[in-house]
């Protein structure tokens, strides 16, 4: 499937299944518990949930700020903060400081509602592992 393709899936996936893509949960007491097993896939990835993280803490970061603190190269860095700008959970201010072309970027909204959602959606699942 094309890179397009697969973006517009998991968007439309993620927009039936009310912002999060569902993930089968490998804990039976979990949902015996009631926790949900539907994760935000586009946030659950390690290198997006170190920028949506870091910039829920920061006003904003540079791309050079994001990647020393990701410990990540350019082109990975730049993959993941576009899929999550494509879902409007950050947003991208393009500038130039002299003549050095600066990239800042910030956390939406809709991007902090969805960490929010992912940490309480991680703490239940911690709390109903650790009560088995």
């Known amino acids: 499937m094309a890179k397009s393709s697969t973006i517009r899936h998991e968007q439309s996936t993620r927009e ?3 912002g999060i893509t569902p993930v089968k949960n490998p804990n039976p007491a ?3 518990e009631g926790v949900s097993a539907d994760l935000d896939r586009l946030i659950h990835e390690r290198i997006r ?3 949506v993280s870091a910039l829920a803490v920061n006003r904003s970061l540079t ?7 990701l410990k990540t190269t350019d ?6 903060a ?3 700008e ?7 201010n393009k500038s130039f400081d002299g003549r ?3 990239t800042e970027y910030r956390l939406t909204a809709a991007g902090r509602k969805a960490l929010e959602r992912y940490l309480n959606h991680m703490e239940a699942l911690i709390r109903a592992t650790r009560e088995v």
Request: proline content about 3%; some cysteine; charged content about 25%.
């Open 16 to 18: 039936r299944a009310g």
């Open 100 to 102: 050095l072309p600066k």
């Open 75 to 80: 082109g990975n860095l730049s993959v993941h």
């Open 82 to 84: 576009r899929r999550l």
């Open 86 to 92: 494509e879902a409007d959970y950050i947003v991208c």
């Open 49 to 51: 949930l170190g920028i």
């Open 63 to 69: 791309f050079n700020e994001l990647k020393a603190l």
């Open 30 to 32: 979990a949902a015996r």
